[in-house]
């Protein structure tokens, strides 16, 4: 009798697809929270882009709903190594949230409810780079997975997309969220290994 039982595969092979450095590939979708999952309700449920002037644009959910929404398809990679490909997403891109705001920042904060906080080059955000999603894989996005509505930030490790998305706020200097304010590195590439602070 062999050690491993039939029909166990383990973890996929990683060499026939281009995955970044140290990551295998999941089949599922792992559930990785900083804290509780906050269970948001649809009718108090607002997104706002501020400018580091505090001029404000806020959306309603039935007014999200309304923006033009995109099919996206993307691969995600998480810092805790797993990589997940070919996940399908409804979003509204961040250039068309973004398109009325005048702003010379280059940086922003990103707020979730329950007070989750991720900070990124506004750069990355643009240019078809960045979407707030509210459906997965045909479906109403789950609380677990950040719904009713998350930031999909597909080229950087997905800590950087910050679930149950609030707000974002559009900085003249960079201000750590909460990962990178205890240890993860403050940029978060995947193809180069960014995890922690010195890589």
Known sequence: ????????GGRRSSRAVNLPPGQYLVEDFPVLSAGPTPLVNLG???????SETGEAQEWNWAQ??????E???????????????????????????????????EFVLVSAYGGYTTNLPLEDLLDGKAWVADRYDGEALSPEHGGPARLLVPHLYLW????WVRDIQ??????PGFWESVGYH????????????GD
């Open 71 to 105: 099919s996206i398809t993307v691969d995600l990679h998480c810092v805790t190594k797993w990589s997940k490909l070919g996940t399908a997403w409804e979003g509204v891109s961040l250039d068309t949230l973004l398109s009325d705001v005048a702003s010379s920042a």
């Open 1 to 8: 009798m062999g050690i491993v039982s039939r029909g166990f």
């Open 64 to 69: 999200f709903l309304a923006l033009p929404h």
């Open 170 to 175: 559009l900085l003249n200097n960079d201000e």
């Open 186 to 197: 403050n940029y978060g590439d995947p193809w180069r290994e960014q995890r922690y602070w």
């Open 160 to 163: 950087k997309s910050a679930k």
């Open 44 to 50: 108090s449920w607002t997104f706002t882009v501020r």
